[in-house]
């Protein structure tokens, strides 16, 4: 277990980790932008069949 009373040593950890996540939140903001411009966003999806019953 990490250490966490050390200001610098959970910054550190954080940001690890961060560097870790960035790869897959880039391309999930890419995939986000492209659909954008090109006018394939879903703004308001429509519930499941199962659901419609409600």
């Known amino acids: 277990m990490i250490d966490f009373s050390n200001g610098e040593l959970r910054v550190a950890f954080f940001m690890e980790q961060m560097k870790k ?4 939140v880039k391309r999930q903001i890419e995939v986000y932008e492209k659909a954008l411009k090109n006018g394939t966003l879903i703004k ?5 069949p199962q659901f419609n019953n409600a």
């Open 21 to 24: 996540a960035m790869p897959e």
């Open 44 to 48: 308001n999806p429509k519930p499941a």
